[in-house]
């Protein structure tokens, strides 16, 4: 039995409205109901992504296959936004009671449904951004990733701090769509193509003017690093990050950001043979990776420490950007996915009983040592401690990085992960080295338990043993001949 | 005679006049007013290479219209969303001012 690619995009929409008739139609069911619903359906369509028909390799002139790609990147990265979704609603499970105190609706769960319901829609945006190769098809999902991302990011509106969250992401974003839209534009004017294929075409022509196309990618890209949080497009994440629910700010820093570099690897594809490019985007890696690890050292507050660094994984990510490697990228974020999720579960569950300081973590292995444990092995993976997925994906960035001559961002890398270990192990002094001030256990629910377990095996799992993933990536790289888009990216050197 | 150049003048101050009122601009509704401008620069000069652009049939590129309609539909939607925001904050802090909002800090 196979399905074609489209569905799964379809079959997620279904879930999501399915989830928000249950809300809107039966008002006493309890809310979380609707949480576990949507959790097996997405698991279902993760099951169903492995019984996929193969999808047409060329890229069609006109119709639904000249914008809509189902290449083995594209149906990685939908998989990859399906899990992350599905982590993510574990985790609003565990903060739906912050939730229900920051909404005052007529019943004692007003407001759940569409929490649950919210990331859903996220999620298709996500997926069809990974499958999108046509520009206006790139602006209308990252939209709706976006445009679902303002209201579940303002959405305990109650609490002054995430309103303001809510807003400052508001006009960056949109300032940012400006940016979007008309760096297209440009690219528009002088190739008169929105397909990424025949805009590559289109600049393979010696005759044509070089130069608006590049203002106009140099335009896109400003729009990109907003997304991905590359200096100096960075200025709202650690206010965003901090004022967002917890569960929010994990999916926006996963989500978003795989999503920003997918779009990033495939709009890059034709710029790449123009040297500036490469200059810019190595400066851009630089900055960020300096900027992100600086900045992150004198936090006290682990939500912020989080957003700082996001901020320099995505200078790490950059340098495989940089290195044309898109199967370091993808290894590294599958990695990061793993590490991020992980802290933030942790840090839910514990800021529900005391806060989100790092003070608030002292003594925390006496009080719960599975915790403490999750907590270790998250932190370790970030700092890039050998034998977790960290480790290897640095690893796997900073080889490509070699292979393709980049020494400079070799050295500041190597550097800043140094920086890095002492911020990350901060946490994790505070946890094993620090008394508590109180000795209550943090009380964990057994799917969270569960789900922590998860993530933690696959931390290890893929720091020792790599293959699984690196397989499913092979199958990206060794594609049918008409894929051009990711190709070259991977082979080029 | 006006050329496909002119357009793209009027577009690109458009765009210049809406990222100043981003910058130089203290009140959240005018900020947000200054955003919708800049996705109208871009229409605006879509529309113009659509129409100046012409295949070889005599026919305008019709995708760049599309387009066309596709950001004015983002862009109401980004406005019913982004008004929304606003009041709330406005409920919350009798205040649309930015300097009123930046309790967030390190």
Not at chain 1, 440 to 447: E, F, I, K, Q, R
Request: neutral net charge; hydrophobic residues 55%; aromatic residues 12%.
């Amino acid at each position: 039995m196979t399905i074609g690619a489209p569905t799964l995009e379809v079959e997620v929409l279904v879930i999501g409205l399915f989830v928000l008739m249950i809300e809107a139609f039966f008002e006493r069911i309890d809310k979380r109901t609707l949480a576990f619903t949507a959790i097996i359906g997405l698991g279902a369509v993760l099951a169903a992504s492995f019984f996929l028909a193969p999808a047409p390799t060329e890229v069609a002139s006109t119709g639904f296959w000249s914008f809509y790609t189902a290449d083995p990147l594209a149906i990685f990265f939908k998989r990859f936004a399906l899990v992350t979704t599905i982590l993510v609603l574990v985790m609003m499970i565990d903060y739906a009671p912050i939730v229900r105190e920051s909404i005052h609706g007529t019943t004692h769960q007003s407001g759940l449904g569409e929490f649950f319901a919210l990331p859903i829609f996220t999620c298709v945006g996500l997926m069809w951004m990974a499958s999108a190769i046509d520009f206006v098809m790139i602006f209308v999902s990252l939209e709706l990733v976006t445009m679902s991302f303002y209201v579940l990011v303002s959405f305990t509106r109650r609490n002054p701090a995430t309103l303001e969250a809510g807003v400052k992401y508001l006009i960056l974003s949109a300032l940012s769509t400006g940016f979007l839209v008309y760096g297209i534009t440009w690219i528009f004017g002088v190739t008169g193509e929105t397909n990424l294929a025949r805009v590559a075409a289109a600049l393979a022509n010696p005759a044509i003017e070089a130069g608006p196309a590049l203002f106009g990618m140099v335009l896109v890209l400003v729009a990109l690093g907003f997304k991905i949080a590359a200096v100096p497009f960075q200025m709202w994440v650690p206010d965003v990050y901090q004022g967002a629910p917890t569960p929010v700010t994990a999916f926006l820093s996963v989500g978003s950001k795989a999503a920003g570099f997918v779009v990033l690897l495939r709009v890059l594809q034709p710029f790449f043979m123009l040297p500036q490019m490469e200059r810019l985007l190595t400066m851009i890696a630089l900055l960020t990776l300096i900027y992100g690890n600086l900045a992150a050292l004198p936090q006290s507050n682990l939500k912020r420490l989080l957003a700082y660094s996001s901020i320099a994984h995505a200078g790490y990510l950059l340098i495989g950007v940089v290195s044309l490697s898109g199967e370091a990228v993808s290894f590294y974020l599958v990695a990061y996915l793993l590490m991020t999720l992980l802290s933030f579960a942790v840090l839910i569950v514990v800021a529900k009983q005391t806060g989100e300081n790092i003070e608030d973590f002292n003594g925390l292995a006496k009080r719960s040592p599975f915790l403490a444990l999750a907590m270790l092995i998250a932190m370790a993976s970030l700092a890039g401690v050998p034998f977790t997925a960290g480790f290897l994906g640095k690893f796997f960035i900073f080889d490509a990085a070699i292979r393709h001559h980049q020494s400079a961002l070799v050295v500041v890398g190597v550097i800043t992960v140094a920086c890095g270990f002492y911020y990350y192990l901060k946490v994790v002094r505070a946890m094993y080295w620090e008394d508590a001030a109180s000795n209550s256990t943090v009380p964990l629910s057994g799917l969270s338990r569960m789900t922590m377990a998860a993530m933690i095996a696959g931390i290890i799992f893929l720091g020792v043993y790599p293959q699984p993933v690196l397989n499913a990536l092979k199958a990206v790289t060794r594609k049918p001949s008409g894929d051009r888009i990711a190709e070259p990216l991977i082979n080029r050197d | 005679m006006v050329t496909l150049g002119h357009y793209l003048i009027v577009s690109g101050l458009l765009f210049t006049i809406g990222f100043a009122g981003v910058l130089l601009r203290r009140n959240i509704i005018i900020i947000f007013m200054s955003l919708e401008l800049m996705l109208n620069a871009a229409n605006l000069s879509l529309v113009a290479f659509s129409r100046f652009r012409l295949s070889a049939a005599g026919m305008p590129n019709y995708n760049a219209q599309v387009f066309v309609f596709f950001i004015i539909t983002v862009a109401a939607a980004e406005v019913a969303v982004g008004l929304a925001i606003i009041v709330a904050l406005y409920r919350a802090r009798q205040t649309t001012h930015v300097e009123d909002v930046s309790s967030l800090k390190f």
